[in-house]
């Protein structure tokens, strides 16, 4: 009941619930060596994904658009936290990026890396917590979660926290993109949103009426999407074939697999196949994350919370039992 009453706080657990915490980027370890860091970092990860994803999610219900909308203003946001704030999308030195803060590396831009991250937070960031709102509680579907103050104020912590997070990140890695870079991104984020605004409503919309795919096959496509990111952006750092080339063939591999859940996710009928496609995705980035952090496997609680999580919201969506004909029972008995 209390999340059902308080939408924007079930929003809140999704993100940064599934992409910081339980990608362990942000660890609750740090609450036990840093209690003070701790907070700070709620602070910032509230101020930017969850503010993020309410005006992403707000701004598609008032321009009614529709999810090609969703992925331009995600876009929009990645640029937002991953050059602005974190600054990965620049600096060579962060730790996050690895061996792509060199390779793909053009211009004081890290193009290899970009291309994934940026896909990672149009999907997991703004993409999967609006789509497993409208799943988990169907009541907020279309429905306005914030007002003119609401707004205002989600602007507000969006900025905030991108600032403080590039303060920290000048602090600890004496790192300033420059002006030039900052234009860039400034500019890039301003056209994606006018693209948006733009953007017809039916921009990827689900092609046919009835769903064709079935919930293993959307569940795959999920699972693999970001293994086959990696290996495109891991799998040739030591070879000769260019980035770029990569970077083309890894988008194309994408736009490929976005096309096959278009064309065959449905527009009706179609809830629990969406569960299954968040649950793909999910799962593979919970199960991954988990592997990294052993022996100490910080996020198991997380990932026992994905599993009941997804248990119960495709039993809400279990195909009723057909009924028989009429008259069936009565020639049965006959």
Same mark, same amino acid.
Not at 143 to 152: A, D, K, Y
Not at 243 to 250: D, G
């Given at each position: 009941?209390?999340?059902?009453?308080?939408?924007?706080?079930?929003?809140?657990?999704?993100?940064?619930? %599934?992409?910081?915490?339980?990608?362990?980027?942000?660890?609750?370890?740090?609450? !036990?060596?840093?209690?003070?860091?701790?907070?700070?970092?709620?602070?910032?990860?509230?101020?930017?994904?969850?503010?993020?994803?309410l /005006?992403?999610?707000?701004a598609?219900?008032? #321009?009614?658009?529709?999810?090609?909308?969703?992925?331009?203003?995600?876009?929009?946001?990645? %640029?937002?936290?991953?050059?602005?704030?974190?600054?990965?999308?620049?600096?060579?030195?962060?730790?996050?990026?690895?061996?792509?803060?060199?390779?793909?590396?053009?211009?004081? =831009?890290? #193009?290899?890396?970009s291309?994934?991250?940026? !896909?990672?937070?149009?999907?997991?960031?703004?993409?999967?917590?609006? /789509?497993?709102?409208?799943?988990?509680?169907?009541?907020?579907?279309g429905?306005?979660?914030?007002?003119?103050?609401?707004?205002?104020?989600?602007?507000?912590?969006?900025?905030?926290?991108? /600032?403080?997070?590039?303060?920290? =990140?000048?602090?600890?890695?004496?790192?300033?993109?420059g #002006?030039?870079?900052?234009?860039?991104?400034?500019?890039?984020?301003?056209? $994606?949103?006018?693209?948006?605004?733009?953007?017809?409503?039916?921009?990827? &919309?689900?092609?046919?009426?009835?769903?064709?795919?079935?919930?293993?096959?959307?569940?795959?496509?999920?699972? &693999?999407?970001f293994?086959?990111?990696?290996?495109?952006?891991?799998?040739?750092t030591?070879?000769?074939?260019?980035?770029?080339?990569?970077?083309?063939?890894?988008?194309?591999?994408?736009?490929? $697999?976005?096309?096959?859940?278009r064309?065959?996710?449905?527009?009706?009928?179609?809830?629990?196949?969406?569960?299954?496609? !968040?649950?793909?995705?999910?799962?593979?980035?919970?199960?991954?994350?988990?592997?990294?952090?052993?022996?100490?496997?910080?996020?198991?609680?997380?990932?026992?919370?994905?599993?009941?999580?997804?248990?119960?919201?495709?039993? !809400?969506?279990?195909?009723?039992?057909?009924?028989?004909? =009429?008259?069936?029972?009565?020639?049965?008995?006959?």
């Amino acid at each position: 009941m209390t999340l059902r009453s308080h939408p924007i706080f079930c929003f809140a657990l999704l993100t940064p619930g %599934i992409p910081e915490y339980l990608a362990s980027s942000s660890s609750f370890l740090t609450l !036990a060596t840093s209690p003070l860091f701790f907070f700070l970092q709620i602070a910032i990860n509230v101020g930017q994904y969850t503010a993020g994803a309410l /005006l992403v999610r707000e701004a598609v219900i008032r #321009w009614k658009k529709g999810w090609g909308t969703v992925f331009l203003l995600g876009l929009a946001y990645g %640029i937002t936290e991953e050059g602005l704030g974190d600054n990965t999308l620049f600096t060579s030195n962060h730790g996050a990026e690895g061996v792509l803060g060199w390779f793909g590396r053009y211009a004081g =831009v890290n #193009w290899v890396w970009s291309t994934g991250v940026l !896909a990672y937070h149009v999907i997991f960031s703004v993409g999967l917590p609006i /789509l497993l709102l409208s799943l988990a509680l169907p009541a907020t579907r279309g429905r306005s979660l914030l007002g003119r103050r609401g707004i205002i104020l989600a602007l507000v912590a969006l900025a905030g926290a991108t /600032l403080t997070e590039t303060v920290l =990140v000048a602090a600890e890695f004496h790192f300033w993109m420059g #002006w030039p870079l900052l234009c860039g991104a400034s500019i890039a984020i301003a056209v $994606l949103v006018v693209a948006a605004y733009r953007a017809p409503a039916r921009l990827w &919309a689900p092609r046919n009426p009835r769903p064709t795919l079935r919930g293993w096959q959307v569940g795959a496509i999920g699972f &693999a999407f970001f293994p086959i990111a990696f290996f495109f952006e891991y799998g040739f750092t030591s070879t000769r074939i260019p980035p770029s080339a990569l970077i083309v063939v890894e988008v194309a591999v994408f736009a490929v $697999l976005l096309e096959v859940v278009r064309r065959g996710i449905g527009t009706s009928g179609n809830e629990r196949l969406l569960v299954d496609l !968040a649950f793909g995705f999910v799962l593979f980035l919970a199960i991954f994350r988990l592997l990294v952090t052993l022996p100490i496997p910080v996020t198991l609680p997380l990932l026992a919370l994905v599993l009941v999580f997804f248990f119960r919201l495709r039993r !809400a969506y279990a195909p009723e039992p057909e009924k028989p004909p =009429v008259g069936a029972a009565g020639l049965a008995g006959g």
